[in-house]
């Protein structure tokens, strides 16, 4: 499936954008995929329910790409609120209280965590993920300074897309489960 023109992008307004997401989510997840496919197209680590989208969306709607009714790609957002949501993401909550971001504190800043993006196989290599992140900027450039996300370098595909689109490496770990990579994006005129 080729689109014929570029999908929209635009905030989360109904439930049955919120079950696409799930339905895209559990299509990508690093325990769904082949290693090869992920390697060579990337993968998801966390799995949400609708409860905890519906949360997280009640406090800042995460952002989507579609073509018609059919989703192209998801980037949620997870204001520093949502923590308590998802609990196996709080040791992430908790670094990021201790990291500094552009010669200041990260907990001085407005931020959210980029909860995760994931793009339609059919969508992927055509602006989806860059679009994604404009939208991003666009919708809440005036509410946040940056949004902060953990990509594991393994995961090779996101590492380069995220870094294509402005991110920074603030810091790099090892966890049980992987080496991440501690990203951020400035929102904001003043930290783009």
Same mark, same amino acid.
């Given at each position: ?22 339905? @895209? ?6 325990? $769904? ?19 905890? @989208?519906?949360?997280? $969306? ?12 059919? @989703?192209?790609? %998801? ?20 670094? +990021?209280?201790?990291?500094?971001? =552009?010669? =200041? ?30 939208? $991003?900027?666009?919708? %809440? ?17 996101? +590492? =380069?897309? $995220? ?19 501690? +990203? ?9």
């Amino acid at each position: 499936m080729t689109p014929s023109t570029p999908p929209r992008t635009c905030l989360v307004t109904r439930r049955e954008e919120l079950e696409q997401i799930l339905q @895209l989510q559990a299509a990508n997840l690093r325990d $769904h995929v082949s290693p090869e496919q992920a390697a060579r197209q990337g993968f998801v680590t966390v799995a949400h329910t609708l409860d905890v @989208l519906e949360k997280m $969306h009640a406090l800042a709607p995460s952002v989507i790409a579609k073509e018609g009714e059919t @989703l192209a790609g %998801y980037a949620l957002v997870m204001p520093v609120e949502a923590r308590a949501f998802v609990p196996i993401l709080e040791p992430m909550f908790r670094l +990021m209280e201790t990291l500094s971001w =552009r010669g =200041r504190p990260l907990r001085e800043s407005r931020y959210y965590v980029m909860g995760q993006v994931c793009v339609a196989e059919a969508y992927r290599g055509q602006g989806v993920f860059d679009a994604l992140y404009r939208e $991003h900027q666009t919708s %809440y450039g005036g509410r946040f300074d940056c949004t902060v996300t953990e990509v594991a370098t393994r995961n090779t595909r996101s +590492m =380069r897309a $995220h870094a294509r689109v402005g991110f920074e490496i603030i810091k790099t770990y090892r966890d049980a489960t992987d080496e991440w990579a501690v +990203m951020v994006l400035g929102l904001s005129e003043g930290t783009r």
